[in-house]
C-alpha cells in the first residue's frame, strides 16, 4: 500500500532503531525492496524507550561492562562530574535519536556528541546544549529537547563491533546478531555484505548457554583473554533482555579498548508495555518530552495513534480500515492528519478523548470517523460524538460514516441531536466530502 501510492511520513522517523532491526532482517532475508526501505513508515512503537545514561545504568545492575560516567542536568553539574575525569570526558546530549554527533542545535551549535579534554571545554560545550532542541536525521526539522547530558570516561577503542539481541518470529524466540564491524550503520553493512551479520537463535525455554555465548563472541572475531570477556557481557546482556522484558537491546559499538576491557559503548534497549506492571521501575524513567504530546495523551486513553502531518483527522476502529481510509483520502487528494484506531471495545469516554484529541490539532481541517460495527457498535460511537461534541463544542467540520452493527439506533442519535454533522453510509462519498472540507 505504501509503496503503490508513494505513501511517506516524514515526521515519523522512529529513534528506536526498531526500524533499523527490521531493515537489517529485511535484507537479510533478501525480501527487501530497496525503494521502500528508504521510506520512513508509519507505525506506532509499542514499547518504553530509555536514554542511553537509563541503558548503562540497566545493564551495569546485571553485570555488564560499561563506562565510568556521571549525569548532569545543568552546567554546573556536568562541571563536577568532568571533574572525576581528569583524562578528559565525551560529553553526550541525551535524546532518543540517532545520528546525535552530526546533529545539529538550533542555537546553532553543532554537535550532541563532544570530547572534551578540560573542565573549562566542557563547561563550554554544556552551556550550548543543554536546554536547547537538538535535530538529528532521524529527528525530522522539529527536533528533540536536550535536557540531560551524560559525561563519560574518555577512552580509546581499539576495535568495533555490533551487537544485538530481539524478538524474532521466524524462529519463535529471541536472535542474538552480531558483526564483526560496528560503529557505523548495520543496515548498510547488512545490505553491503549480509554473510558479515553473524545470527544466533537462542531456545527461549533452555536460555543462552555459556557455551552459546562463548561460541558468539568467537565469531564476532574476538581473541585471546577478551572472548571470555565478550562473552560475560553476551550473557549478562541476554539476562537483561530475559528478566527485564525487553524487545529489543542494540549495542553499538561493544568496543574493544586498547586497555584489554570489552565494554558497551553505547546501546538503545526498548522494553515491553505490556510488562509495565512488573517492570515499575524502568517504566517510571520514561521521559515524556520525548514524545509527541498527541501520542502520549492518546496512550492514557488506551488509544492506538500516530500522528501525520496531514489536514484530514480519522477516526477508525481496526487497524485495517485505518489503512484503507488514509488510502482513499490519498486517493482523492486528501492527506490523514493522524492513524487513530479506537479499537473494538472502546467506551464512551475513549470516544470523547479521541475526538477531543483529534479536534485539538491545530493542523486538522477536517474530521473523518468512519466505523464498522462488528463488535464495536455504532450506536456506541454516535452517543460518543455527540457527547463529545456537546461538551467540547464543534469547531471543525466532521464527516461520520457507520455502517455495521445497530447503524441505524446510531444513525438517529446523530440526527437526532441536531449537530452540524455530515453523515453518509458510502465509504468514497464519505472520504471525498471530508477532503473537500478540508480544502
Not at 82 to 109: D, E, I, W
Not at 404 to 433: H, P, W, Y
Request: aromatic fraction near 6%; glycine fraction near 10%; hydrophobic fraction near 40%.
Amino acid at each position: 500500500w505504501l509503496k503503490s501510492q508513494s505513501f511517506s511520513f516524514p515526521a515519523l522517523r522512529d529513534p528506536s532503531a526498531l526500524q533499523t532491526m527490521a531493515g537489517v532482517l529485511r535484507s537479510l532475508s533478501g525480501v527487501a525492496n530497496k525503494s521502500l526501505r528508504n521510506k520512513p513508515v508509519a507505525q506506532q512503537v509499542r514499547c518504553l524507550n530509555l536514554h542511553e545514561y537509563q541503558s548503562l545504568e540497566v545493564f551495569a545492575s546485571f553485570g555488564v561492562q560499561v563506562p565510568r560516567g556521571g549525569v548532569a542536568k545543568t552546567v554546573d553539574e556536568a562541571v563536577e562530574v568532568a571533574k572525576q575525569f581528569p583524562g578528559g570526558v565525551v560529553v553526550k546530549s541525551q535524546v532518543l535519536a540517532g545520528g546525535r554527533g552530526l546533529g545539529t542545535f538550533k542555537n546553532g551549535f553543532k554537535g550532541g556528541v563532544h570530547i572534551c579534554d578540560s573542565v573549562e571545554d566542557v563547561k563550554e560545550k554544556a552551556s550550548k546544549m543543554l536546554n536547547q532542541v537538538l535535530v538529528t536525521k532521524q529527528t525530522g526539522e522539529a527536533g528533540k529537547p536536550c535536557d540531560t547530558l551524560f559525561l563519560c570516561e574518555k577512552f580509546q577503542i581499539k576495535r568495533e563491533r555490533y551487537f544485538a539481541i530481539l524478538m524474532d518470529r521466524s524462529v519463535g524466540g529471541p536472535i542474538l546478531i552480531g558483526s564483526k564491524v560496528g560503529g557505523t550503520s548495520i543496515e548498510d553493512i547488512a545490505e553491503a555484505d549480509p554473510d558479515a551479520i553473524i545470527k544466533m537463535p537462542v531456545d527461549i525455554m533452555k536460555g543462552l548457554s555459556p557455551e552459546q555465548a562463548r561460541e558468539m563472541a568467537v565469531k564476532m572475531d574476538f581473541e585471546g583473554d577478551q572472548i571470555q570477556a565478550a562473552a560475560d557481557n553476551i550473557a549478562m546482556m541476554y539476562k537483561t533482555f530475559i528478566e527485564r522484558d525487553c524487545t529489543m537491546v542494540e549495542i553499538n559499538p561493544l568496543g574493544e579498548l586498547v586497555d584489554g576491557r570489552v565494554i558497551v559503548c553505547d546501546a538503545k534497549v526498548g522494553f515491553d508495555d505490556n510488562a509495565a506492571f512488573r517492570q515499575k521501575d524502568i517504566h517510571e524513567k520514561r521521559d515524556y518530552s520525548q514524545e509527541d504530546p498527541r501520542e502520549v495523551e492518546a496512550s492514557k486513553w488506551d488509544l492506538n495513534y500516530i500522528g501525520l502531518d496531514g489536514s484530514i483527522a480519522c477516526m477508525v476502529n481496526g487497524a485495517g480500515l485505518a489503512m484503507a481510509t488514509m488510502d482513499v483520502l490519498k486517493l482523492h487528494g486528501g492527506e490523514p492528519a493522524n492513524f487513530l484506531d479506537v479499537g473494538g471495545a472502546a467506551q464512551k469516554d475513549q470516544i470523547k478523548a479521541a475526538f477531543s484529541l483529534l479536534q485539538g490539532d491545530p493542523s486538522v481541517k477536517s474530521i473523518f470517523i468512519n466505523i464498522f460495527g462488528g463488535i464495536m457498535r455504532c450506536d456506541v460511537i454516535a452517543e460518543g460524538v455527540v457527547g463529545a461534541i456537546t461538551e467540547l463544542g464543534l469547531k471543525k467540520p466532521v464527516v461520520v460514516r457507520l455502517v455495521g452493527t445497530n447503524v441505524e439506533r446510531g444513525q438517529q442519535i446523530l440526527e437526532e441531536s441536531g449537530l452540524d454533522l455530515t453523515f453518509n453510509a458510502d465509504f468514497t462519498t464519505a472520504a471525498k466530502k471530508a477532503v473537500e472540507l478540508a480544502a
